[in-house]
């Protein structure tokens, strides 16, 4: 079974660039999140979908950040534009839509912002 | 909002020794989860706990869920080089959301 595929894996960009990360899930898991992983700390939730929808995005910064699942699969998410702070590693995770969720998590991108 | 506390921060352990890492939450958790993440690599679901004061055993890991479901901890017996990384715990809630913790980052002497 193919796990969660993240592209690309490293970005580099300068500030005041958009950005933007691609997200396929394990087929036939409902749920899907992004979350931003500093250096030394534990992923933090961006936003989750149950399908297409949107279910929380309470934590995703939606001045600079927008995201989009349009057919309920795929996901992709953007930064317009990239500040340093926001380098980091995105991870995209997928679920099968339990409330008890385990997360599959992708390899994740690396973004440096210069 | 659900804060959920890890310690210690790093674990420097002899090859072959014990160790034990914890965590807290600031509200009672609907289930618990532990993840791996090795160096460069992503997080891996080790297990989840569900009921108030389970223990779960693999190999030799062994974790356990707190009897208020606030607290939880993983203890590793017999440490190995393979055992090298980053452990984080994650509660649940009802919410479906899941607060990681900040880890505990394993370091293995030889």
């Known amino acids: 079974e193919a796990g969660v595929v993240q592209s690309p894996r490293y970005k580099i960009i300068e500030k005041k660039q958009p950005v933007a990360f691609w997200c396929n899930p394990i087929s036939g898991h409902n749920t899907l999140y992004w979350y931003l992983q500093n250096l030394g700390q534990g992923p933090e939730l961006l936003i989750r979908y149950e399908n297409e929808e949107a279910v929380d995005d309470s934590q995703l910064p939606k001045d600079r950040f927008s995201a989009e699942r349009l057919k309920g699969v795929d996901s992709t998410l953007k930064i317009q534009p990239a500040e340093l702070g926001d380098s980091a590693v995105y991870l995209c995770?997928?679920?099968?839509?339990?409330?008890?969720?385990?997360?599959?998590f992708g390899p994740g991108t690396r973004l440096t912002v210069l | 909002g659900q804060q959920v506390m890890q310690i210690p921060q790093y674990q420097h352990v002899q090859e072959g020794e014990d160790f034990t890492t914890y965590c807290n939450s600031s509200t009672t958790l609907s289930n618990i989860q532990w993840y791996k993440q090795r160096p460069g690599g992503h997080p891996v679901f080790l297990i989840q706990?569900?009921?108030?004061?389970e223990v779960k055993k693999q190999k030799r890991l062994t974790f356990q869920f707190g009897e208020a479901k606030k607290n939880s901890s993983l203890h590793i017996t017999a440490t190995q080089t393979t055992d090298v990384g980053t452990y984080f715990c994650?509660?649940?809630?009802?919410?479906?959301?899941?607060?990681f913790g900040a880890g505990t980052t394993v370091t293995v002497r030889a």
């Open positions: 995770a997928s679920g099968e839509g339990l409330h008890t969720d385990t997360q599959y």
């Open positions: 994650a509660g649940g809630s009802n919410d479906y959301k899941l607060s």
């Open positions: 706990l569900v009921k108030s004061g």
